[in-house]
C-alpha cells in the first residue's frame, strides 16, 4: 500500500496488474530465469509500444501525465476489460483538488416506505457497503444486514458470514475489487480510509486482494449461501440507486426451490418482532459503524 500512500496509484496500479500477466499471455517465451511474477516492466514497454525509461517513470510515479494513446496501448498489454481500463484512465486524470465536504449517507423516506412494502430481502447500502436500513426479511436472510453492520468488515472478520457464503473466496474477491471501483479517486475519505485501514491490519486476505488492484462492478449477479435455518439458497442481486444511497433486492427465481424456502422463510420471520427498517427515522444520518 506504499504507493497509495505517498500518491502514485497509478505506479502501484500498473505494477500490480503487470504482475498478473503471465508471458504465454503476452505471447512471449516462459524464459528460463524469470525473478518477477508475470511480465518484466522492459517487456511491458516493448508489447506497448514505450521505451523501458518511460515506463519506468510511469511505474515510480515520475511521470503523472501520459497520453490517451499510452494508456490505451498499456491496457491492451495488461488485458484489461471495460471497468479496468475506465478504471485506469480515471487514475490518469485524477488532478489535485480541493477536499470534499462529506455529507451524512441519509435513507430518504420513501426508501423506508420501500423496504416496509417488499416481502423479499431487501436493504439499503452505503457507498462503503454499510447498511443504513432493513426490512425484516433481510435480517431473516442475514443477521449481518441489520442497521449499523458493514458487509466488509462481516465478509472478512465474521466466521459466520464466511460459512454463510457458498464461495467465500470469490464473494472476498469480488467486494474488495467493487471497493476499489467505489473509491475512484475520492482516496482522502475518512470512511474509506478507516475501513481499508481497519481491514489490512485485521485480515491477511484482504490485504492480498487490495494489492492486486482489481476493480470490477458488483451491481447484479447471483448469491449461493448456506442459511442456517433453511438451507441452500441461490437468489438474484439486484442494485438500484435512490439518491445518494442503494436498495439492494434478492428474490428467486419463481417456483424455484429457493422461492419455497425464502417463503418458508418470511413465514418464520413474521413471527419474530418486526421493525428493523423503522429502527430509525428517515432522514438521520446512520450511526457511525464500531
Not at 160 to 180: C, G, P, Y
Not at 193 to 210: C, D, I, N, P, Y
Given at each position: 500500500?506504499?504507493?497509495?500512500?505517498?500518491?502514485?496509484?497509478l505506479?502501484?496500479?500498473l505494477?500490480?496488474r503487470?504482475?498478473?500477466?503471465?508471458?504465454?499471455?503476452?505471447?512471449l517465451?516462459?524464459?528460463?530465469?524469470?525473478r518477477?511474477?508475470?511480465l518484466?516492466?522492459e517487456?511491458?514497454?516493448?508489447?506497448?509500444?514505450?521505451?523501458?525509461?518511460?515506463y519506468?517513470?510511469?511505474?515510480?510515479?515520475?511521470?503523472?501525465n501520459?497520453?490517451?494513446?499510452?494508456?490505451?496501448?498499456?491496457a491492451?498489454v495488461?488485458?484489461?476489460?471495460?471497468?479496468?481500463?475506465?478504471?485506469?484512465?480515471?487514475?490518469?486524470?485524477?488532478?489535485?483538488?480541493?477536499?470534499?465536504r462529506?455529507r451524512?449517507e441519509?435513507?430518504?423516506?420513501?426508501?423506508?416506505q420501500?423496504?416496509?412494502?417488499?416481502?423479499?430481502?431487501?436493504?439499503i447500502?452505503g457507498?462503503?457497503?454499510?447498511v443504513?436500513?432493513?426490512?425484516?426479511m433481510?435480517?431473516?436472510f442475514?443477521?449481518?444486514?441489520?442497521?449499523?453492520?458493514?458487509?466488509?468488515?462481516s465478509?472478512?472478520?465474521?466466521?459466520?458470514?464466511?460459512?454463510?457464503?457458498?464461495?467465500?473466496?470469490?464473494?472476498?474477491?469480488?467486494?474488495?475489487?467493487?471497493?476499489?471501483?467505489?473509491?475512484?479517486?475520492?482516496?482522502?475519505n475518512?470512511l474509506?480510509?478507516?475501513?481499508?485501514?481497519?481491514?489490512?491490519?485485521?485480515?491477511?486476505?484482504?490485504?492480498?486482494?487490495?494489492?492486486r488492484?482489481d476493480?470490477r462492478?458488483?451491481?447484479?449477479?447471483?448469491?449461493?449461501?448456506?442459511?442456517?435455518?433453511?438451507?441452500?439458497?441461490?437468489?438474484?442481486?439486484?442494485?438500484l440507486?435512490?439518491?445518494?444511497?442503494?436498495?439492494?433486492?434478492?428474490?428467486?427465481?419463481?417456483?424455484?426451490?429457493?422461492?419455497?424456502k425464502?417463503?418458508?422463510?418470511?413465514?418464520?420471520?413474521?413471527?419474530?418482532?418486526?421493525g428493523?427498517?423503522?429502527?430509525?427515522?428517515?432522514?438521520?444520518?446512520?450511526?457511525?459503524?464500531?
Open positions: 500500500m506504499k504507493d497509495e500512500e505517498s500518491g502514485n496509484r505506479g502501484g496500479y505494477r500490480a503487470r504482475e498478473l500477466i503471465s508471458p504465454a499471455q503476452a505471447g517465451p516462459p524464459g528460463g530465469n524469470r518477477v511474477p508475470g518484466r516492466r517487456e511491458v514497454a516493448l508489447l506497448a509500444g514505450i521505451s523501458p525509461d518511460y519506468l517513470r510511469l511505474e515510480r510515479g515520475r511521470d503523472r501520459p497520453s490517451l494513446q499510452v494508456l490505451e496501448s498499456l491492451r495488461l488485458r484489461l476489460d471495460d471497468v479496468e481500463r475506465t478504471y485506469l484512465l480515471g487514475l490518469a486524470a485524477v488532478r489535485a483538488r480541493a477536499p470534499r462529506e451524512p441519509r435513507v430518504p423516506a420513501r426508501a423506508h420501500l423496504l416496509a412494502h417488499l416481502q423479499i430481502p431487501a436493504f447500502e457507498r462503503a457497503f454499510d443504513l436500513a432493513s426490512n425484516p433481510a435480517v431473516a442475514s443477521p449481518r444486514l441489520r442497521p449499523g453492520q458493514n458487509r466488509l468488515r465478509l472478512f472478520l465474521d466466521p459466520e458470514e464466511q460459512a454463510f457464503q457458498q464461495d467465500w473466496a470469490n464473494s472476498a474477491a469480488d467486494f474488495v475489487a467493487a471497493l476499489r471501483t467505489t473509491i475512484g479517486d475520492d482516496i482522502d475518512p474509506f480510509v478507516e475501513l481499508v485501514g481497519e481491514l489490512a491490519l485485521s485480515s491477511q486476505r484482504f490485504r492480498t486482494l487490495w494489492a488492484h476493480v462492478d458488483l451491481d447484479g449477479g447471483t448469491a449461493a449461501v448456506n442459511h442456517p435455518v433453511v438451507g441452500e439458497l441461490r437468489l438474484h442481486r439486484d442494485k440507486p435512490i439518491d445518494d444511497v442503494i436498495l439492494v433486492v434478492y428474490y428467486p427465481d419463481k417456483g424455484s426451490d429457493s422461492d419455497e425464502l417463503q418458508l422463510l418470511a413465514a418464520l420471520s413474521r413471527t419474530e418482532p418486526a428493523t427498517a423503522h429502527d430509525r427515522p428517515a432522514d438521520v444520518p446512520h450511526p457511525k459503524t464500531p
